[in-house]
Nanobody, 127 residues
Framework: QVQLVESGGGLVQAGDSLRLSCAAS????????LGWFRQTPQKERELVAT????????FYATSVKGRFTASRDNAKNMGYLQMRSLKPEDAARYYC???????????WGRGTQVTVWGQGTQDTVSS
């Protein structure tokens, strides 16, 4: 079993940065890949980034490549998603998830809300 708790979401202006955290407990942290996903009521859940057990293999969605960075601190059982140059279209509820055996993400946190405003629009997700 893996328990995941996200934090760090909030309201930011377009162009700002935000760092999300994922606190993990339960199964040995270094035994699984972490994934970051996001979802809005208008869109299907989207894979944003993944990071393997030791952090030397990452994946990013095209929409966030070059702006988002996934990392992990295995000593602290923490995963992070550093988000830079945020855009209104990045507004979503962000989730971290664990893939413990390569068959998919079976363990999920409850998510943290990210709202980005600016450029005359405000995109938000109601929890």
């Amino acid at each position: 079993q893996v328990q995941l708790v996200e934090s760090g979401g909030g309201l930011v202006q377009a162009g700002d940065s935000l760092r999300l955290s994922c606190a993990a407990s339960g199964r040995t942290f270094t035994s699984y890949t972490l994934g970051w996903f996001r979802q809005t009521p208008q869109k299907e859940r989207e894979l944003v980034a993944t990071i393997n057990w030791n952090g030397d293999d990452t994946f990013y969605a095209t929409s966030v490549k070059g702006r988002f960075t996934a990392s992990r601190d295995n000593a602290k059982n923490m995963g992070y998603l550093q988000m830079r140059s945020l855009k209104p279209e990045d507004a979503a509820r962000y989730y971290c998830a664990a893939d413990t055996d390569g068959s998919g993400y079976r363990y999920w946190g409850r998510g943290t809300q990210v709202t980005v405003w600016g450029q005359g629009t405000q995109d938000t997700v109601s929890s």
